[in-house]
């Protein structure tokens, strides 16, 4: 029997001031293997728009997240995911 991973605590990255103060949207797609001890290890930016914004603070939240790992016969084991980062300017 397979559970998928579950996330704990997530961790929303701050925006960039750079991207804030030009009005700059995007999003990090990243990799990442989440430890049999629910630990994020070894994130890997898979897309990024645009490049060069927003993938260190996508990086830096990812790191903080916790996750209760995944689990084959009640056994629990490391596993890689992947995690789509929005950053969205709100409105005013």
Same mark, same amino acid.
């Given at each position: 029997?397979?559970? #998928?991973?579950i996330?704990? /605590?997530? /961790?929303?990255? &701050? !925006?960039?001031?750079? @991207?804030?103060? &030009?009005?700059?949207?995007? +999003?990090? /797609?990243?990799? %990442? $293997? ?9 994130? /890997?930016?898979i +897309?990024? &728009?645009?490049?060069?914004?927003? #993938? ?10 916790? %996750? ?5 016969n ?5 596993a !890689? @995911?992947? $995690? ?9």
């Amino acid at each position: 029997e397979v559970r #998928e991973m579950i996330l704990l /605590v997530g /961790v929303s990255p &701050n !925006y960039p001031e750079i @991207a804030a103060k &030009n009005k700059i949207e995007g +999003s990090v /797609v990243l990799e %990442f $293997l989440v430890t049999k001890e629910g630990i994020v290890k070894d994130p /890997v930016v898979i +897309s990024s &728009n645009p490049k060069g914004i927003f #993938e260190k603070e996508a990086i830096r939240a990812i790191l903080k997240h916790k %996750f209760l790992a995944r689990s084959i016969n009640e056994i629990l084991v490391d596993a !890689y @995911a992947t $995690l789509k980062f929005d950053f969205k300017l709100t409105k005013e």
